[in-house]
């Protein structure tokens, strides 16, 4: 993976600052994005290099991420992988998020991917090769935690998206790899990237005691990131690689308990389910 071109976004914390290092250090060069060039070039530890271009951008800003993606090309001269990872957890039941939180947090999961889809394929496809990596979620495959509805709902969105972005640049040489993390012992679960209800429902105590645990369980996460994102430069450097990369053990159990309760209601119910066609008279 030496020498490939790298686009990062959410590159100032968490997965995506520890996949810019690791990419730096393997020498690769790296356009990596972050609200302030300010905070990034901090985190990472450098300034701008021949290697690395630190980017100021708005992710729901199909402007500023297209001005990035361009300027991404006028310094290195291509484009090679794309890795959509900038992202944030919004608590809240579904009843008492207001539609403001709901928007915002649907702008940065879901339209920031497809701002950046949208302006980072036509360069893949004129050289007809590349990788898109879009970061889902576990949640965004088993679903079934209360109190994060509007994320796994844009996590959902993003693996739907994924699979049909595969099918639709597969003949351009392009793979695309929705990743399914489990919980990485990160900053995700503190600061900017968990948000809180603004109007929360005192009724829902069994959300309440969830979010709780969520924000006590922040730096108690068994995932560890550097293994996670070496496991992200591997997929990268394969000849054949998934378009479904669970990541982590957690990952792996909750999606087979998902598969597994799937399988059991569908058998339960496939008699009648199925005899939905016309008769033959």
């Known amino acids: 993976m030496e020498n490939n071109v790298w686009f990062v976004t959410g590159a100032s914390k968490g997965l995506g600052l520890t996949l810019v290092k690791q990419l730096l250090a393997a020498g690769n060069y790296v356009a990596a994005t972050s609200r302030t060039t300010k905070a990034l070039t901090a985190a990472v530890g450098q300034g701008p290099s021949d290697h690395f271009l630190p980017l100021e951008m708005d992710l729901v800003n199909e402007q500023s991420v297209e001005q990035a993606i361009a300027a991404t090309v006028a310094t290195f001269g291509r484009l090679d992988v794309v890795v959509n990872n900038a992202g944030y957890l919004q608590f809240g039941t579904i009843e008492e998020l207001t539609d403001a939180e709901v928007r915002r947090n649907?702008?940065?999961?879901?339209?920031?991917?497809?701002?950046?889809?949208?302006?980072?394929?036509?360069?893949?496809?004129?050289?007809?090769?590349?990788?898109?990596?879009?970061?889902?979620?576990?949640?965004?495959?088993?679903?079934?935690?209360?109190?994060?509805?509007?994320?796994?709902?844009?996590?959902?969105?993003?693996?739907?998206?994924?699979?049909?972005?595969?099918?639709?640049?597969?003949?351009?040489?392009?793979?695309?790899?929705?990743v399914y993390p489990g919980t990485f012992r990160t900053d995700f679960l503190a600061g900017s990237?968990?948000?809180?209800?603004?109007?929360?429902?005192?009724?829902?105590?069994?959300?309440?005691?969830?979010?709780?645990?969520?924000?006590?369980?922040?730096?108690?996460?068994?995932?560890?990131?550097?293994?996670?994102?070496?496991?992200?430069?591997?997929?990268?450097?394969?000849?054949?690689?998934?378009?479904?990369?669970?990541?982590?053990?957690?990952?792996?159990?909750?999606?087979?308990?998902?598969?597994?309760?799937?399988?059991?209601?569908?058998?339960?119910?496939?008699?009648?389910?199925?005899a939905t066609n016309f008769t033959a008279d």
Request: proline residues 6%.
């Open 106 to 178: 649907l702008d940065v999961n879901i339209f920031g991917v497809l701002n950046v889809i949208r302006h980072a394929v036509p360069h893949l496809r004129r050289q007809n090769s590349g990788h898109v990596f879009n970061l889902a979620s576990i949640g965004g495959y088993s679903g079934q935690h209360p109190g994060a509805a509007t994320y796994t709902a844009g996590k959902f969105a993003v693996a739907g998206l994924s699979a049909a972005l595969a099918a639709e640049v597969k003949p351009f040489n392009i793979h695309v790899t929705i």
């Open 193 to 274: 990237s968990l948000m809180m209800p603004a109007q929360p429902v005192a009724e829902y105590t069994e959300v309440r005691a969830a979010e709780q645990q969520w924000a006590a369980y922040d730096g108690q996460q068994p995932g560890d990131p550097e293994k996670a994102m070496a496991v992200l430069l591997a997929v990268a450097d394969s000849t054949n690689p998934p378009l479904h990369l669970f990541l982590g053990p957690d990952a792996y159990e909750a999606a087979a308990q998902q598969e597994a309760a799937v399988q059991q209601e569908r058998a339960a119910w496939e008699e009648v389910a199925t």
